[in-house]
């Protein structure tokens, strides 16, 4: 894995983020209002950090395990979850998770293939792109895939089938996803969710 | 954490299969939990599954996917998937995606046998 920021010091930044949207100790000798903390905190952050961009790539190589999702998925929590609170993260891991599995299956077909994901951070939003330089083996803009309503209609749609229900979920969990597949060069789905 | 899925029976009649699931249940795993879940049903000509889901650790949708086809199948049968003990993790998912009226849920295994 190979790991690059625009910061200089991207985990003691990432502490830093992650103590003050949590540590409750961060205003306890003021008399503010748990409401007016929380806006002190948001123009603090505002304030030192218009935004954070990372971006790194796997390869199976790096990891130097077979190509599963699992190991990938711990290298990104350790990114993601001293800058992101708890529910957020969560939610946020799993949208990645399905969108790593989908790689894995559809565009690399369980062998050795690239990731690179980008994560623009700010104290409003996330946004996430993630490309593979696999041949999809069909056409991955979703044009029309995932757009289920509901899950009923979803399942009628694919009763007593396993798979599916990634994209259906992203969808869920995400407040904005774009497809974007240009064959031969790359496959990149764009995310993005509001934090506040 | 385990990152793995542990899965075992721990009774089966023709009425139901029990079996306890644990760790991770996601894409890396989902395929061998649907296999053994799948073969132990048809050992023992299983109508309904009660799946102790107390040490599920993580879920995704894949592992979502197991028990929704799982339920759909026995659901030709007049079957039912009983899920016992299950934890926020996985209760966490299931609400996402909006599949928690699919299934039943029950504290103890006992309780769940007594629900057929």
């Known amino acids: 894995m190979y790991l690059n920021s625009m910061m200089p010091d991207l985990s003691s930044l990432a502490t830093l983020i992650g103590k003050l949207l949590t540590d409750d100790s961060f205003s306890r000798e003021q008399t503010l209002s748990d409401e007016a903390q929380y806006e002190a905190r948001q123009r603090l952050l505002n304030a030192i950090l218009p935004s954070i961009t990372v971006s790194f790539a796997f390869s199976t190589d790096d990891l130097g395990v077979p190509f599963k999702v699992t190991p990938i998925m711990r290298r990104i929590a350790e990114i993601l979850e001293p800058v992101l609170s708890g529910e957020h993260f969560l939610n946020i891991r799993l949208a990645l998770e399905e969108v790593v599995s989908n790689i894995i299956e559809h565009s690399y077909n369980e062998e050795h293939g690239k990731i690179v994901f980008r994560f623009m951070i700010t104290s409003e939003d996330i946004a996430i792109e993630v490309e593979d330089f696999g041949e999809r083996g069909k056409d991955y803009s979703m044009n029309g895939v995932g757009d289920y309503k509901t899950l009923q209609e979803f399942r009628e749609q694919n009763q007593g089938k396993m798979r599916g229900l990634g994209v259906f979920l992203v969808r869920k969990i995400m407040d904005e996803v774009r497809y974007e597949v240009v064959p031969g060069q790359y496959n990149r789905i764009s995310m993005k969710k509001r934090l506040v | ?116």
Request: aromatic share 10%; with cysteine; proline share 0%.
């Open chain 2, 1 to 116: 954490m385990n990152e793995t899925a542990k899965y075992s029976l721990l009774a089966a009649t023709t009425d139901a299969a029990v079996i306890s699931l644990e760790g991770y249940v996601n894409y890396d795993t989902a395929d061998e939990i649907y296999s053994f879940i799948q073969a132990q049903l048809s050992a023992h000509s299983s109508k309904h599954l009660v799946l102790d889901v107390s040490g599920v650790e993580y879920a995704s949708s894949a592992g979502i996917g197991v028990f929704m086809a799982l339920q759909e199948q026995l659901q030709q049968h007049a079957g039912r998937v009983v899920m016992v003990n299950i934890q926020e993790s996985l209760l966490h998912v299931l609400k996402l995606v909006g599949a928690t009226e699919y299934f039943l849920f029950c504290e103890t295994v006992e309780v769940a046998l007594k629900q057929f």
